[in-house]
């Protein structure tokens, strides 16, 4: 696994990490750790596939469906990651 330079040197998780573990467990077959590791990885995959077809095949809607699946992705990366913050914060300091 590659490391997190952002981890390395902040000392707290980027808003990616888990995303490696996250793939290998969905490739494991262990769809509710996948979740958990990192929720935007079935978002990011449906918004790649997404893409792949409109490019294919010009879907008449193709190109508001991908802005607006982007926007719920990132939405959904920006919670987890303030969530994971205030997680390791409590973790770590409950005082």
Not at 11 to 27: D, H, K, N, T
Not at 30 to 49: G, N, Q, R, T, W
Not at 56 to 63: E, V
């Amino acid at each position: 696994m590659m490391p997190c330079f952002y981890k390395k040197f902040l000392g707290v998780e980027c808003p990616g990490c888990g995303m490696q573990r996250s793939i290998i467990a969905l490739l494991r077959g262990d769809f509710y750790e996948s979740f958990m590791l990192y929720p935007a990885l079935p978002l990011i995959i449906a918004l790649i596939v997404l893409l792949i077809v409109h490019l294919i095949f010009k879907l008449k809607y193709g190109a508001m469906a991908l802005k607006w699946l982007f926007i719920l992705n990132a939405g959904v990366i920006i919670i987890s990651f303030i969530l994971k913050l205030t997680q390791e914060k409590d973790a770590c300091c409950p005082y």
